[in-house]
Nanobody, 126 residues
Framework: QVQLIESGGGLVQPGGSLRLSCTGS????????MGWFRQAPGKEREFVSV????????YYADSVKGRLTISRDKAEDTVSLQMNNLKPEDTAVYYC???????????????????WGQGTQVTVSS
């Protein structure tokens, strides 16, 4: 069974930091782009960040540039999202995704992405 399993969510105060991780199992993701989306209550799922299969290319949503950093460990099939200077508007369920096409992620072609994790809650509140 192919799975993406997220971890690292939680409650943090505004200005604080969290690190999310996503580990793949059941197949190798070494040739897959991996990324993060988020969905706040009452809103559509939106693109956050993606990293290419090689790890050389990254993209971020404008709302998170300069505050979030994506990285991957190809040997471990793991992608991480370091989140700094968190804001209340970052509150959402964060989902890990993997697909052969980095472009699909950047374009938020959500229905076309091949693999999804179950999500992890991030709450930014004082």
């Amino acid at each position: 069974q192919v799975q993406l399993i997220e971890s690292g969510g939680g409650l943090v105060q505004p200005g604080g930091s969290l690190r999310l991780s996503c580990t793949g199992s059941g197949r190798t993701f070494s040739r897959y782009a991996m990324g993060w989306f988020r969905q706040a209550p009452g809103k559509e799922r939106e693109f956050v960040s993606v990293i290419s299969w090689s790890g050389k290319d990254t993209y971020y949503a404008d709302s998170v540039k300069g505050r979030l950093t994506i990285s991957r460990d190809k040997a471990e099939d793991t992608v991480s999202l370091q989140m700094n200077n968190l804001k209340p508007e970052d509150t959402a369920v964060y989902y890990c995704a993997a697909d052969r096409s980095m472009g699909h992620m950047v374009a938020s072609n959500i229905g076309m992405l091949e693999y999804w994790g179950q999500g992890t809650q991030v709450t930014v509140s004082s």
